[in-house]
């Protein structure tokens, strides 16, 4: 009875108002699974192949039809009968019919749409929430959020080089009291701005985007608006970075073409980081810190922070167990970026959170910068355990959706909810050897 009977695919937006796709799958019951697709802008060379359709007529070549199409017909025809209930199944089953090593042939976007509907479906088979059906032993930690209050990057239109600003409650009892001083303090943020007349317009994920004089100024900015919002920074609040560096790399050298235009070598963007970690201790987290085609500069910032911060790799890894692996052995990094659609199966996804807990990687589990309303990324980070979600600031209905998410969450497993916190932070405030 839980065999899938239909899928039927939908051309739908994302946030970015960007063609994407909705897969929903019917099973013989006729229960039902819906997944919608997300979109990224700063995407890593090798991840999995998002198929657009490259028509200049329509929606100026991004549309998704040919992905539809094969949703609709191709893997229709292969997965019609298979058992639900068995993801990693019909996760390889996916990967086989594509027959490529990127998905490139049927698309990354048709084959997670139909992974994530499947996963949704038997869950809702099951009568059982996602979160307690992507894993077999019980989750219980709701993850601790970064919330990315100032974009920059390929994320806003303004001067600011580096993407992304998170700031981390760490220091709260409860998710919803972390989401809380987040939100409180994304909303002092916003009179900081204002009363020095910068803009307090939003970039893709939500986070404030004004022209600012340097690429340093949004931490200052942010730490100033925690301690008005009446919270201690480096103890309730916490600073993540994701600068996005491999959007910077240009010829074996990183470039700060939004701002200064200046160039800096890989030891001097190391050195650059251990400077801004000197001087703010707020700061534990820096994600993309060298760029994916760095890969010495890569190994040089994990042997010299590595004991420190945590080092999130994503556009090296993307979400590739492969790579993952890979880098692994190379000394890259101490924590994964989790991103479903940069590999496009939910097995493969679980299977990198997995590497990352047998190697004692952390792994934040990552919305992208082109969302929808699915919520699936919070029952993600909540099956995986691991502790951490980034999704976005505190506005746009996207971004929001998943911390709302993540809030029935803890209501619903009540006084079994436990808060990632502090915990997720402690292994790499290691005391710094001299
Ligand atoms: P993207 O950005 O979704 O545009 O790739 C997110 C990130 O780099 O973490
Ligand atoms: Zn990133």
């Not at 001097?268 to 760095?294: F, Q, T, V």
Request: hydrophobic share 35%; charged share 25%.
């Amino acid at each position: 009875m839980s065999e899938i009977a239909k899928l039927e695919a939908l051309e739908i937006l994302d946030s970015r108002g960007n063609p994407t796709l909705a897969v929903t799958v019917t099973l013989a019951n006729g229960v039902k699974g819906t997944a919608k697709v997300p979109s990224g802008a700063s995407t890593g060379k090798r991840e999995a192949v998002e198929l657009r359709d490259g028509d200049k007529a329509r929606y100026d070549g991004k549309g998704v039809l040919k992905a539809k199409g094969h949703v609709d017909g191709e893997i229709q025809r292969a997965v019609r009968g298979f058992d639900a209930n068995d993801q990693k199944g019909l996760d390889k089953k996916l990967c086989e019919l594509d027959g490529t090593p990127n998905k490139g042939r049927l698309g990354a976007n048709a084959i997670l749409g139909v992974s994530l509907a499947v996963a949704r479906a038997s869950a809702e088979d099951h009568g059982l929430p996602l979160y307690a059906t992507l894993v077999e032993k019980p989750a219980n930690l709701l993850p601790t959020p970064g919330l990315n209050v100032l974009n920059g990057g390929r994320h806003a239109d303004n001067s600011v080089d580096f993407q992304e600003f998170m700031i981390s409650p760490v220091g709260a009892p409860s998710f919803s009291e972390g989401l809380r001083a987040a939100a409180e303090t994304f909303h002092t943020l916003k009179d900081v701005l204002h009363k020095k007349g910068y803009s307090t317009a939003v970039g893709d994920e939500g986070g404030f985007a004004p022209q600012l004089k340097s690429n340093e100024e949004p931490i200052e900015l942010i730490l100033e608006a925690i301690q008005k919002a009446g919270y201690k920074p480096g103890e309730d609040i916490v600073i993540m970075l994701d600068p996005a560096a491999s959007e910077l790399f240009e010829n074996g050298s990183y470039v700060f073409s939004k701002s200064d235009n200046s160039k800096k070598t890989s030891a001097e963007m190391i050195a650059l980081w251990k400077g801004w970690l000197k001087k703010y201790p707020e700061i534990w987290s820096l994600e993309d810190g060298m760029a994916e085609d760095d890969r010495d500069g890569w190994q040089q910032i994990t042997k010299e922070l590595g004991n420190q911060i945590q080092l999130v790799g994503d556009d090296n890894f993307v979400t590739n167990p492969t790579l993952f692996r890979q880098g692994i052995k190379d000394g890259i990094a101490n924590a994964i970026l989790i991103k479903l659609n940069q590999i496009g199966t939910v097995t493969e996804t679980l299977d990198c959170i997995q590497i990352a807990r047998e190697h004692a990687y952390g792994a934040v589990i990552s919305h992208r910068s082109g969302e929808t309303d699915d919520t699936s990324i919070a029952d993600l980070a909540v099956a995986a355990g691991m502790g951490q979600i980034k999704t976005g600031s505190a506005s746009r209905g996207e971004r929001i959706a998943k911390y709302n998410r993540l809030l029935e969450i803890e209501r619903e497993l009540g006084s079994k909810a436990r808060y990632a916190g502090a915990s997720i932070y402690e292994r790499w405030r290691k005391p710094v050897k001299a």
